[in-house]
């Protein structure tokens, strides 16, 4: 089994910033990709940011340039950077995972933690 432990959330006005975090933990042989997904209340979970274990990334249109997403290889952490954020940006965000484990090649998700832009 495989966890991801996610920090960062919080309340920040338009315009603010602020850093999610990632860990990962477990049975893990390697990290194929991490990133995040957001689902906003009423809508559908959406791919944020991934960075693949090769460093490739991809975004979300309605971050870039304003997201940027990052990794720490050796301590199995992933970290989103948002600035300029905006009251779209509102909704829970979940922590993913495509791990390569003993056995067999698996996706995981964190809990969640809420990101809440105010005007």
């Known amino acids: 089994q495989v966890q991801l432990v996610e920090s960062g959330g919080g309340l920040v006005q338009a315009g603010g910033s602020l850093r999610l975090s990632c860990a990962a933990s477990?049975?893990?042989?390697?990290?194929?990709?991490m990133g995040w997904y957001r689902q906003a209340p009423g809508k559908q979970r959406e791919l944020v940011a991934l960075?693949?274990?090769?460093?490739?990334?991809n975004y979300a249109d309605s971050v870039k340039g304003r997201f940027t997403i990052s990794r720490d290889s050796a301590k199995n952490t992933v970290y989103l950077q948002m600035n300029n954020l905006n009251p779209g940006d509102t909704a829970a965000y979940s922590c993913y995972a495509r791990v390569t484990g003993p056995e067999r090649i698996r996706s995981y998700w964190g809990q969640g933690t809420p990101v809440t832009v105010s005007s």
């Open positions: 477990g049975s893990i042989v390697s990290i194929n990709a």
């Open positions: 960075i693949t274990s090769g460093g490739s990334t």
